[in-house]
């Protein structure tokens, strides 16, 4: 991918390839996550487009919105990742209420631009194609973009981010809200995805479920599934259904 600009953010937490033990209670109940050569990562869902990771690279945070106690439960970030600024995916408030001391957040330029002051001052942007750096972990910005005819008000081409983070020998994407984008099937080497599916905002499940087959990740989790209205929301069991052998398929609880 070319790179257009590197950041270098301190390292808030082990590097990578050492084994970062974090206190989660949902971990101690035996999640196990991926085990890979440089550690484990291990996923927890919060809601819609938000989660948690546990990482070698210190404790990730994508996307995190609502209520902060629902973050209770997990170690203060290391990395926030945040793909845009609609309001299922950016609140100021929840980032405010959740950084820490040593917190680092990512973001693409439009959320950067909207930052509050104290939030922008620990904040780097990357627009789509550049490429930044958490210690060790590199971090490439994914367009994330509407192609089809009536949806591209929603995510504009060259506006919104979707992210590859660049573990030791580890490869996880995060679509963020786009469709079935040449970017995203033209991934190569992808370990743990991430893929959104619904309308009419992002594209529908046999979208998804093609550009999955078409890039081969090892596992992929759907997510941001629910959607506006009668046929809004995907199924992820059809998604699952119609990836069949091409990928390991994760069904995490994103909705209570």
């Given at each position: 991918?070319?790179?257009?600009?590197?950041?270098?953010?301190?390292?808030?937490?082990?590097?990578?390839?050492?084994?970062?033990?974090?206190?989660?209670?949902?971990r101690?109940?035996?999640?196990?996550g991926?085990?890979?050569?440089?550690?484990?990562?291990?996923?927890?869902?919060?809601?819609?487009?938000?989660?948690?990771?546990?990482?070698?690279?210190?404790?990730?945070?994508?996307?995190?919105?609502?209520?902060?106690?629902?973050?209770?439960s997990?170690?203060k970030?290391?990395?926030?990742?945040?793909?845009?600024?609609?309001?299922?995916?950016?609140?100021?408030?929840?980032?405010?209420?959740?950084?820490?001391?040593?917190?680092?957040?990512?973001?693409?330029?439009?959320?950067?631009?909207?930052?509050?002051?104290e939030?922008?001052?620990?904040?780097?942007?990357?627009?789509?194609?550049?490429?930044?750096?958490?210690?060790?972990?590199?971090?490439?910005?994914?367009?994330?973009?509407?192609?089809?005819?009536?949806r591209?008000?929603?995510?504009?081409?060259?506006?919104?981010?979707?992210?590859?983070?660049n573990?030791?020998?580890?490869?996880?994407?995060i679509?963020?809200?786009?469709e079935?984008?040449?970017?995203?099937?033209g991934?190569?080497?992808?370990?743990?995805?991430?893929?959104?599916?619904?309308?009419?905002?992002?594209?529908?499940?046999?979208?998804a479920a093609?550009?999955?087959?078409?890039?081969?990740?090892?596992?992929?989790?759907?997510?941001?599934?629910?959607?506006?209205?009668?046929?809004?929301?995907?199924?992820?069991?059809?998604?699952?259904?119609?990836?069949?052998?091409a990928?390991?398929?994760?069904?995490?609880?994103w909705?209570?």
């Amino acid at each position: 991918m070319r790179q257009t600009r590197r950041h270098f953010l301190s390292l808030a937490a082990a590097t990578v390839g050492s084994i970062t033990v974090l206190p989660y209670s949902v971990r101690a109940a035996g999640q196990s996550g991926d085990k890979f050569a440089g550690g484990r990562i291990t996923v927890h869902p919060i809601s819609h487009a938000s989660f948690v990771m546990a990482t070698p690279a210190g404790t990730i945070y994508c996307d995190p919105v609502g209520d902060a106690a629902a973050y209770s439960s997990f170690p203060k970030p290391d990395l926030i990742l945040v793909t845009h600024h609609h309001g299922d995916h950016y609140k100021p408030r929840t980032l405010a209420a959740l950084v820490g001391d040593k917190t680092q957040i990512i973001t693409n330029p439009a959320v950067h631009d909207k930052l509050p002051t104290e939030l922008k001052a620990r904040t780097a942007q990357i627009a789509n194609g550049g490429s930044t750096a958490f210690g060790k972990l590199g971090i490439d910005a994914i367009p994330a973009y509407n192609m089809t005819k009536g949806r591209l008000k929603f995510h504009p081409q060259g506006r919104d981010n979707g992210y590859v983070l660049n573990f030791d020998g580890f490869r996880v994407y995060i679509s963020g809200d786009t469709e079935d984008i040449p970017e995203m099937r033209g991934l190569k080497d992808i370990s743990l995805a991430f893929v959104c599916m619904n309308l009419p905002f992002t594209m529908d499940v046999k979208a998804a479920a093609s550009a999955v087959a078409e890039f081969k990740p090892k596992s992929v989790y759907p997510y941001h599934y629910r959607g506006r209205g009668e046929g809004g929301t995907q199924d992820p069991k059809e998604f699952a259904r119609l990836i069949g052998a091409a990928a390991e398929v994760k069904i995490g609880k994103w909705y209570g």
